[in-house]
């Protein structure tokens, strides 16, 4: 099919919901992916964070196949190793409570809202601006921006957003307050990474007040920022945590996970879903976990995010720089974000990804070697100094 005839299916077929770029990717290997004439591009936007272990990464891809050849479903009526394997892995490599799992970030998050309401007997949730935490209607009322709540209100009262700055939250968090919710390295509007003052405030008043302190790594996790998990850069333990994106090698999977205060919250019946905890995916999941928990992998992702930062820094048009890790976005000095990612993506066969009318973000998978993350530089540099 041509891609004349994908996008006349789409729009005879599919809800308008996205914007898409005018490419098919049907191949994919590593950093690289191959569109249907058969164009080579290097993948800097992973999906959004997904393809952390590049793609049809070899273990993932032996992992699922093996599974799926034994068993694909089986429901959170039985047992299932898989599901029972990666529950321990996820919360004794972070918070050492237990794990609730889910289908993606949104649900993931919904799952912690829930218990961190269950666990105050109600309460109000406090999050930040510029914070992102998915589209269903918890996650949604926590995620402070016009653009993508008006549209659908009413939504979930007992929602308040501030400032993400430790005095913000420091006022806002009462005895009323059942949780605060935060990424610690905020993603979708452009790699705000939260101060460690930031974080060490909202523990404070979570402590002072018996709320719970959750932290979003559904995109800055796994290995994303340097560390297997951000909140490791700061020291700030938070009550609960939630994850997905990466975790599934490209499956859909999320995660709660919960410190020893909040793991006995939720009681049998209070909360679940069909497909979560599934076998393939937590077979994925494990196999995931084997290649990003690794210290060298960690430490590479550091030094390629810090050479990149400062390239990036040096090309011509760009503004300021933000990141940790392989998570990093620089801004615009004139704007064109959005134009510079589709140039980017028909001139030089570079997939990346604007948050903003001036701001583009950089996510590689944490795979990529040197000179990848250089040959990804030279193309930018040459769409730059063009411009
Ligand atoms: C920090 C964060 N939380 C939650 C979500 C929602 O995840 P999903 O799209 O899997 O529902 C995202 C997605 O971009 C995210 O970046």
């Given at each position: 099919m041509?891609?004349?005839d ?15 770029m ?7 290997e590593?950093?690289?992916?191959w ?12 999906g959004?964070?997904?393809?952390s272990?590049g793609h049809?990464?070899?273990?993932v891809?032996?992992?699922i196949r093996?599974?799926a ?10 047992y ?7 529950a ?7 918070l050492?409570?237990k794990?609730h ?8 998050n919904?799952a ?6 269950k666990?105050?007997q109600?309460?109000t ?9 998915g589209?269903t209607y ?5 995620t402070p ?9 009413p939504?979930v ?12 939250i420091?006022?806002a968090?009462?005895a ?5 919710i ?7 509007s ?28 559904v995109q ?22 939630t ?6 090698g490209?499956?859909?999977i ?6 020893e205060?909040l793991?006995d919250?939720?009681?049998?019946g209070?909360?679940?879903s ?5 076998p393939?995916q937590?077979a994925?999941g494990?196999a995931?976990?084997?290649?990003i ?5 960690l430490?590479r992702?550091?030094?390629l995010?810090e ?16 990141g ?10 004139g704007g064109g974000?959005?134009?510079?990612v ?10 990346l990804?604007?948050?903003?009318p001036?701001?583009?973000r950089?996510l ?5 070697d040197?000179a990848?993350?250089?040959e ?6 040459k769409l730059?100094e063009?411009?």
């Amino acid at each position: 099919m041509t891609l004349t005839d994908l996008q006349a299916l789409e729009r005879d077929h599919l809800v308008p919901a996205y914007a898409r770029m005018p490419v098919e990717f049907v191949r994919g290997e590593g950093a690289l992916l191959w569109d249907a004439d058969g164009n080579e591009y290097l993948d800097f936007q992973t999906g959004l964070a997904v393809n952390s272990l590049g793609h049809c990464h070899p273990a993932v891809v032996e992992a699922i196949r093996d599974q799926a050849e034994r068993l694909i479903h089986v429901g959170n009526l039985f047992y299932s190793e898989p599901s029972l394997r990666l529950a321990k892995r996820l919360a004794e490599s972070s918070l050492g409570g237990k794990v609730h799992f889910a289908n993606s970030g949104t649900e993931a998050n919904e799952a912690a809202l829930k218990l961190a309401r269950k666990a105050k007997q109600q309460g109000t949730i406090v999050s930040v601006h510029r914070g992102f935490h998915g589209r269903t209607y918890g996650s949604l009322s926590a995620t402070p921006q016009e653009s993508k709540q008006a549209p659908f209100a009413p939504l979930v009262p007992g929602f308040v957003s501030v400032e993400p700055t430790a005095e913000a939250i420091t006022a806002a968090v009462d005895a009323g307050t059942a949780a605060v919710i935060l990424e610690p390295v905020q993603g979708e509007s452009g790699v705000y990474e939260l101060g460690d003052d930031v974080l060490r405030a909202a523990r404070e008043a979570c402590d002072a007040h018996a709320a719970a302190l959750i932290f979003d790594e559904v995109q800055c996790g796994l290995g994303r920022t340097g560390t297997l998990w951000a909140y490791q850069h700061s020291g700030v333990v938070p009550d609960a945590m939630t994850t997905a994106k990466s975790l599934g090698g490209g499956l859909p999977i999320g995660a709660l996970i919960t410190g020893e205060r909040l793991a006995d919250v939720f009681a049998a019946g209070d909360h679940g879903s069909t497909f979560a905890g599934g076998p393939v995916q937590c077979a994925a999941g494990l196999a995931v976990l084997d290649v990003i928990d690794d210290e060298a992998l960690l430490a590479r992702g550091r030094e390629l995010g810090e050479h990149l930062r400062h390239a990036v820094a040096e090309l011509p048009g760009v503004g300021e720089v933000r990141g940790r890790g392989l998570m990093i976005a620089f801004e615009l000095v004139g704007g064109g974000a959005p134009e510079l990612v589709t140039r980017a993506l028909t001139e030089e066969r570079l997939v990346l990804n604007a948050t903003g009318p001036t701001t583009v973000r950089l996510l590689p998978p944490l795979i990529i070697d040197r000179a990848q993350a250089d040959e990804a530089l030279r193309r930018l540099a040459k769409l730059l100094e063009g411009a």
